[in-house]
Antibody
């Protein structure tokens, strides 16, 4: 059974860096093909892909946010970490991590999400 | 502005059939599998359809999907009150080198 759970701050100030951790179980990020990604959803708005990391350390970033994003993995801890620099109130959203079965496919299993509010 | 285009809303009475469209381009829907997600109020998206027309175990066969060219569609037959949710399409985009999503369609059961 694949499960993912996001953790991190619920409130950050403008210009700060957001660090989110995805802790997962039921699969390994050392298995060929597997990836873990981050997607966010501002309140009342659509889903937006942010970043993906695969078993072979291949990393993909949304072109519009690439300069602010970093994604890393710790295979031994079953964790993926996302950092987003220079936070702004428009970055207020629910942040989801999700499992991808293989490259070139959207995610299938999703975490419950964590709401991050950017406010001074 | 989402890469994939969906109608913002759809509705039907219980028992009716509702169809949701998803329009893209040759770099995304035209060359990759389409996924569909259901997002109930206040919850995370869950996978409804994968590989354009396949249902994960546990998803009722009232949900079906198809893809043709650069468009895809999701159909809900025998509409039920518990189908009230937001529905999103997604696929891989070869140019963006990542997954892209539709803007979501809110389904209302009248």
């Amino acid at each position: 059974q694949i499960t993912l759970k996001e953790s991190g701050p619920t409130l950050v100030k403008p210009t700060q860096t957001l660090t989110l951790t995805c802790t997962f179980s039921g699969f390994s990020l050392s298995t060929s093909g597997v990836g873990v990604g981050w997607i966010r959803q501002p309140p009342g708005k659509a889903l937006e892909w942010l970043a993906l990391i695969y078993w072979d350390d291949d990393k993909r970033y949304s072109p519009s946010l690439k300069s602010r994003l970093t994604i890393t993995k710790d295979t031994s801890k079953n964790q993926v970490v996302l950092t987003l620099t220079n936070m702004d109130p428009v970055d207020t959203a629910t942040y989801y991590c999700a499992h991808a079965h293989s490259k070139w496919l959207p995610p299938d299993y999703w975490g419950q999400g964590t709401l991050v509010t950017v406010s001074s | 502005q989402s890469v994939l285009t969906q109608p913002p809303s759809a509705s039907g009475t219980p028992g009716q059939r509702v169809t949701i469209s998803c329009s893209g381009s040759s770099s995304n829907i035209g060359s990759n599998y389409v996924y569909w997600y259901q997002q109930l109020p206040g919850t995370a998206p869950t996978l409804l359809i994968y590989n354009s027309n396949e249902r994960p175990s546990g998803v009722p066969d009232r949900f079906s999907a198809s893809k043709s060219g650069t468009s895809a569609s999701l159909a809900i037959s025998g509409l039920r009150s518990e189908d009230e949710a937001d529905y999103y399409c997604a696929t891989w985009d070869d140019i963006l080198s990542g997954p892209v999503f539709g803007g979501g369609t809110k389904v209302t059961v009248l």
